[in-house]
Nanobody, 114 residues
Framework: VQLQASGGGSVQAGESLQLSCAGSGSSFRLKVMGWHRQAPDKQREMVATITRDGSTNYADSVKGRFTISRDNAKNTVHLQMNSLKPEDTAVYYC?????????WGQGTLVTVSS
């Protein structure tokens, strides 16, 4: 599986950004797609995931602000991030799994300044 992420950048608190990721390879291993993030000196954490049938899961810290969506025909996943906070600053990684191990894309940096 290959995952190519795009988006990210630097914004002010309260602004919005969208991340996108295109997956290729085994469709089985794209069963669940999503985003994880890693802030400086912190462990990588799940941000949001979405299954092929549209079931979503969000970290408590982003509920109500972030929305994940996917296009199964194109094997793409998007993360709309609204009302960004400085604590959202991190490297965001696109990820996919068929249920066993995660495949990772390259990270994209999101910086939110106050």
């Amino acid at each position: 599986v290959q995952l190519q992420a795009s988006g990210g950048g630097s914004v002010q608190a309260g602004e919005s950004l969208q991340l996108s990721c295109a997956g290729s390879g085994s469709s089985f291993r794209l069963k669940v797609m999503g985003w994880h993030r890693q802030a400086p000196d912190k462990q990588r954490e799940m941000v949001a995931t979405i299954t092929r049938d549209g079931s979503t899961n969000y970290a408590d810290s982003v509920k109500g602000r972030f929305t994940i969506s996917r296009d199964n025909a194109k094997n793409t996943v998007h993360l709309q991030m609204n009302s960004l906070k400085p604590e959202d600053t991190a490297v965001y990684y696109c990820a996919a799994t068929g249920g066993y191990t995660w495949s990772w894309g390259q990270g994209t940096l999101v910086t939110v300044s106050s």
